[in-house]
């Protein structure tokens, strides 16, 4: 499945010149980003948080660009913006 996004990331980084990155969650399978620039994926694996302890997954992408965006404004790089979400 990763490989099969990686591959449209990659298509659509190709006809959309202007993106710079491109990331994609995967809930309990972590953060795949993809540098258009520097033409390169990383992943990042998800925090493991117990089953019981999770109230509603509503709002959780918003959370991530919210942390992720905040990092960005504070200078880190991508992958490190990634753990702030």
């Keep these: 499945m990763v490989a099969r996004i990686a591959n449209h990331a990659t298509d659509t980084a190709t006809s ?3 993106l710079k990155t491109i990331i ?3 809930g309990e399978n972590g953060v795949l980003t993809y540098d258009c620039e520097e ?3 990383s ?3 998800a925090e493991v948080v117990a089953p019981e302890t999770i109230v509603s997954v509503v709002g959780a992408g918003d959370c991530f660009m919210a942390g992720y965006i905040a990092g960005l404004t504070r200078g ?3 992958e490190q913006s990634v753990r702030f979400g």
């Design 16 to 18: 959309a010149s202007r």
């Design 24 to 26: 994609l969650t995967l």
């Design 39 to 41: 033409v390169k994926f």
């Design 43 to 45: 992943h990042e694996e």
């Design 76 to 78: 880190k790089s991508v």
